[in-house]
C-alpha cells in the first residue's frame, strides 16, 4: 500500500485535533456528546489517531471519548467493559494497559497455563511483572518453561535465580552450593537461595523454609537455562 503523502498525513492529524476539540467543547458547554466516537481513516489507509489501532470494520474504529462506561461497553475489546476499566484504573481505549501482550480482560478474569497444572492464573493489569521476579507476566504463562513459562504470575518466588542477570548457569548452582547449611538464624543467610518445592512441576517453586540443603542445590539445578532476560 503507498505511503500517505506529507500534505496528506497533515490533514489527517488536522482532522483527528478538530474532531476532539469539538467533543471538548460540547463537554464543556455540559451538551450529552456520545459515550463512543467513530472515527474514519484517511484515504490512504493510515490512522488518524493513535486510539484508532484496534481491528476494525467498515472502515470505522470505535474508542471512548466522553460519556459514562457501562458494563454492556468494551471500547478496546480487551473482555474486560468499559465500567470496570474506570474502576481499576486500566486504559478503555488500551487493550494492553500495561504492554506485557495480554489482554487487560484476561488478566483480570483469569487464564489457564499452557501446558501447565497450574489451574486459572491472574495478573496485575497495571503491571507487567505483576510478582517482580524479574520474569514478565506474558513469560510466565507461556508453554516454554526454559523461558520462564508455566509459572504462576503472582509467585514471586517460582523464578529462581539467585544471581538476578535473568540467566540460570552454572554461576546460580554454585551460589546456592556456597549457602549450604547457612540458615535463617546465621547473619549470612538470604533468601536469594532458599526456596522449597511445591509442584506440580519440578521448577514449582515456592517460599524459603530458613534452612538451606541438598533440597535447594536439587531445584536451582532444575533450573538450570530456564531464562528470562
Known amino acids: 500500500m503507498a505511503e500517505a503523502r506529507p500534505e496528506d498525513k497533515r ?8 474532531t476532539a476539540s469539538v467533543v471538548a467543547l460540547l ?3 455540559s451538551v450529552p456528546a456520545l459515550s463512543i ?4 481513516r484517511g484515504e490512504a489507509g493510515q490512522p488518524s489517531s493513535w486510539k484508532d489501532r484496534q481491528t476494525s470494520s467498515g472502515g470505522l474504529t470505535a474508542f471512548c ?7 454492556s461497553d468494551d471500547s478496546d475489546n480487551d473482555e474486560l467493559d468499559d465500567a470496570a476499566e474506570l474502576s481499576l484504573g486500566t486504559g478503555q481505549c488500551d487493550p494492553d494497559s500495561d504492554d506485557d501482550t495480554l489482554l487487560d480482560g484476561r488478566e483480570v478474569n483469569g487464564m489457564a ?3 501447565s497444572a497450574l489451574g486459572t492464573l491472574f495478573s496485575d493489569p497495571l503491571d507487567p511483572d505483576t510478582d517482580d521476579d524479574k520474569c514478565t507476566d506474558d513469560q510466565e504463562l507461556g508453554a516454554d518453561q526454559t523461558v520462564g513459562g508455566r509459572r504462576d504470575p503472582q509467585n514471586e518466588w517460582d523464578y529462581f535465580n539467585p544471581t538476578h542477570d535473568g540467566k540460570n548457569r552454572v554461576d546460580d ?6 549457602q549450604y547449611f547457612v540458615d535463617q538464624a546465621n547473619p549470612n543467610y538470604t533468601q536469594d537461595t532458599d526456596r522449597t518445592l511445591v509442584g506440580p512441576n519440578a ?8 534452612l538451606q540443603r541438598i533440597d535447594d542445590i536439587l531445584n536451582i539445578v532444575r533450573q538450570y537455562f530456564h531464562d528470562c532476560a
Open 65 to 71: 471519548a466522553f460519556g459514562t462506561p457501562t458494563a
Open 37 to 40: 466516537l467513530l472515527v474514519s
Open 203 to 210: 521448577w514449582s517453586l515456592g517460599a524459603p523454609n530458613g
Open 27 to 29: 463537554a464543556a458547554l
Open 173 to 178: 548452582i554454585l551460589a546456592v552450593v556456597d
Open 11 to 18: 490533514g489527517m492529524r488536522q482532522s483527528g485535533w478538530r
Open 113 to 115: 497455563s499452557p501446558k
